[in-house]
């Protein structure tokens, strides 16, 4: 099986590649994207998938743009998704060791704590954490691949008015091939690990992934369940009660997003209509009610088998009330719900996301680094950028030890970290 946290691996550079008078097309319609082109190309992930694409058409704060990279010949060999995000920064010391230094500054950007908006030219997914930038055919050298990702940034840029740019995310295989090749505008930064559980495709119920779990582990995991034993769950798949369902299930989902430090992006209230009618059986929305109150909701995506490697499920996003998060253990039985839903799915992984480390670690997740470039076309702003991300590094975390030593073993061996490693120095 391979490693788990790559979805696009190093290749080695390949002689006679007519790239030198390559060109982008671009894509502002998605109904009007040659998909069967794109999705020819190596690399799907859910984030990377025409359905997703196509039920984010219209979003009011994430527009989508996709490149289609052609060789002289008229080949395509590449293709990379670019968003202009809307994006709020509010208080970074809640996810970053940030110095006195940078708390000043942002004191002056953000008077009274209001927050600083400002739109953001990503490479990648603004609403997901992992390798979801770019698709390439295995012949196209490494540094062709990043020379043109930043010929991607130079061309979006002018189409959209965007100074802010931010390329992500590179996990250490990845990040490690190309981390030489950027250019010296860019600068490297790392935030927290996205957290992963590791899933045996053979399992078929919560008992199987309980038993290779420690004792400890499986204690908690049997408190979470009786502690949540009041709550009701019902999975909501029609799509016209979903979109009566939006703004309740946007005022949830406010209620943790929106306490982020660093907001990009954001749901609107139709998304997970549209996700619905897109996506199919392979959009899980699951609304929570406590003595006949909707008191929160989770949603993830599914990513079937491909390219020889089991599926992938994505937690996507979550809303509950954080008063009866202690009480009822709501958002822990949201975690131990989508690792079911992987279950029934037969898929080798579920990405958790950035947040709420620990408590995802006792239920098996495991830290995977990521890198994020940076780039502000600001006079005299990236001096300062790369001060900021030299004062900010991640917060320090040490994962639990949830799974039982043979389980242990064969994720390592098959690409896991238990502590993830120390990422190399904070770049240029």
Same mark, same amino acid.
């Given at each position: ?17 007519? /790239? $030198?008078?390559?060109?982008? =097309? ?12 794109? @999705? ?13 694409f196509q039920a984010m058409s219209g979003h009011g704060k994430v527009h989508c743009r996709i490149g289609m990279l052609h060789d002289r010949d008229g080949r395509c060999v590449?293709? !990379?998704?670019?968003? @202009? ?56 050298? *490494?540094?062709?691949? !990043? ?7 130079e061309e979006c840029a002018e189409h959209w008015g965007i100074r802010v740019w931010m390329a992500k995310d590179f996990g250490p295989e990845l990040d490690t091939a190309i ?28 008992? =199987? ?42 005022? /949830? ?10 907001? *990009? ?60 998060? $202690?009480?009822?253990?709501?958002? =822990? ?15 080798? %992984? ?18 995977? +680094? ?14 300062? !950028? ?7 590094? +991640? ?32 770049? %240029?």
């Amino acid at each position: 099986m391979p490693a788990p946290n790559l979805h696009q691996k190093p290749a080695p550079p390949h002689q006679g590649v007519a /790239l $030198k008078g390559a060109t982008w =097309q671009w894509f502002d319609d998605m109904k009007a994207v040659p998909w069967d082109t794109w @999705s020819g190309l190596p690399g799907p992930t859910a984030y990377l998938d025409p359905r997703y694409f196509q039920a984010m058409s219209g979003h009011g704060k994430v527009h989508c743009r996709i490149g289609m990279l052609h060789d002289r010949d008229g080949r395509c060999v590449g293709g !990379i998704q670019m968003q @202009s995000v809307l994006s709020e920064s509010r208080n970074p010391g809640d996810h970053l060791e940030v110095s006195m230094g940078v708390r000043l500054f942002m004191g002056l950007l953000q008077p009274g704590g209001r927050p600083f908006r400002f739109r953001t030219l990503v490479a990648g997914q603004g609403l997901g954490t992992g390798e979801h930038t770019f698709r390439w055919e295995p012949k196209v050298a *490494m540094e062709d691949r !990043i020379r043109f990702t930043e010929q991607a940034f130079e061309e979006c840029a002018e189409h959209w008015g965007i100074r802010v740019w931010m390329a992500k995310d590179f996990g250490p295989e990845l990040d490690t091939a190309i981390a030489p090749l950027w250019s010296m505008k860019w600068q490297r930064a790392t935030f927290d690990p996205v957290m992963v559980t590791p899933l045996d495709p053979t399992w078929t119920d919560r008992e =199987q992934w309980m038993e290779a779990l420690r004792t400890k582990a499986r204690t908690k995991v049997r408190s979470i369940l009786a502690r949540n034993a009041n709550v009701q769950l019902e999975r909501v798949t029609d799509t016209a009660q979903l979109r009566a369902l939006g703004p309740d299930l946007i005022a /949830l989902y406010e209620q943790v997003y929106g306490r982020a430090s660093i907001v *990009m992006g954001g749901l609107e209230a139709f998304d997970f209509a549209h996700l619905a009618e897109q996506w199919g059986d392979d959009f899980l929305l699951v609304t929570h009610h406590l003595e006949g109150r909707m008191v929160g909701f989770h949603c993830g995506l599914h990513l079937a088998e491909a390219e020889g490697m089991a599926g992938t499920v994505e937690a996507y996003y979550v809303g509950f009330e954080p008063d009866l998060n $202690k009480e009822c253990a709501i958002y =822990q039985r949201m975690l131990i719900e989508f690792i079911e839903w992987g279950i029934s799915k037969r898929a080798s %992984r579920v990405v958790m996301g950035r947040t709420a480390m620990e408590i995802k670690s006792t239920l098996g997740a495991l830290p995977m +680094p990521m890198s994020t470039y940076v780039h502000i076309r600001l006079p005299l702003a990236m001096p300062f !950028i790369r001060w900021m991300i030299r004062r900010s590094p +991640p917060h320090p975390f040490k994962p639990r030890k949830a799974w039982r030593a043979e389980w242990m073993h064969r994720w390592t061996a098959e690409g896991f970290q238990f502590n993830s490693p120390v990422p190399p120095g904070p770049g %240029r």
